[in-house]
């Protein structure tokens, strides 16, 4: 059965933490994972990734593709209260499923 | 653009009843979503549209059904509303030619419905 799971499923730091999220997927004919990050109502896009081994960089947050692994990790430094969210992933294959996503707090 | 709008906001039901919730995008895109989340869960996706006049199945559609008669817009039906359909609705669309290729999705506000 296809699945995406993500880890860990909360996670709380404090401002100026370096913290790492992970989603790994079991899928037929992948094609690109996506990175969300959802507040209050709807998700925001982050990231595509569909080739092994290129960082993506947006300000303070990155991730990267493991074709090997079978996962993707997301990178965020020097957190803020602003990135209090849960980050979704979802995995593109013959279709598209989301992971449960990891809550993140920052306390200041 | 104002994007993908849902309508309503916030709706409770009463079990048995019916309802539709409504989702309009203005970006021309071919592709739309409808997902439900449930509390301290991912996104599921109900139905998807790759084009007018064409609808599918997703991971889980059982209770609702869609129609996607111009390309703006992607109506919900929930028929006989069951308390297992309490959750928050979001609608998505994407532009894409190549079907199953990596697509950004743009996500309405959501509706949170109540069924009691």
């Known amino acids: 059965e296809d699945k995406v799971v993500q880890s860990p499923l909360s996670l709380v730091v404090h401002e100026g933490d370096t913290v790492t999220l992970n989603c790994s997927y079991e899928?037929?004919?992948?094609?690109?994972l996506l990175w969300y990050k959802q507040e209050k109502k709807a998700p925001t896009f982050l990231f595509m990734l569909?080739?092994?081994?290129i960082e993506k960089k947006s300000g303070r947050l990155s991730s990267i593709l493991d074709k090997k692994e079978l996962s993707s990790i997301l990178n965020i430094t020097a957190t803020q209260t602003g990135d209090s969210a849960i980050y979704l992933c979802?995995?593109?294959?013959?279709?598209?499923?989301f992971g449960a996503g990891t809550r993140l707090t920052v306390k200041p | 653009n104002a994007g993908v709008t849902q309508t309503p906001k916030f709706r409770i039901l009463k079990i048995g009843q019916s309802m539709t919730l409504q989702c309009t995008q203005d970006?021309?895109?071919?592709?739309m979503y409808w997902y439900r989340q449930d509390p301290g869960m991912g996104l599921k996706l109900i139905y998807y549209?790759?084009?007018?006049?064409?609808?599918d199945k997703g991971e889980v559609p059982n209770g609702y059904n869609v129609s996607r008669s111009t390309t703006e817009d992607f109506p919900l039906r929930l028929e006989l509303a069951a308390p297992s359909q309490t959750s928050v609705y979001f609608c998505?669309?994407?532009?894409?030619?190549?079907?199953?290729?990596?697509?950004?999705?743009?996500f309405g506000p959501g509706t949170r419905l109540t069924v009691t």
């Open positions: 998505a669309s994407s532009y894409t030619s190549t079907p199953g290729q990596g697509r950004e999705q743009y």
């Open positions: 899928v037929t004919n992948f094609r690109s």
């Open positions: 569909t080739s092994s081994g």
């Open positions: 979802a995995v593109v294959y013959n279709d598209m499923r």
């Open positions: 970006m021309n895109h071919n592709y």
């Open positions: 549209s790759v084009g007018a006049g064409i609808t």
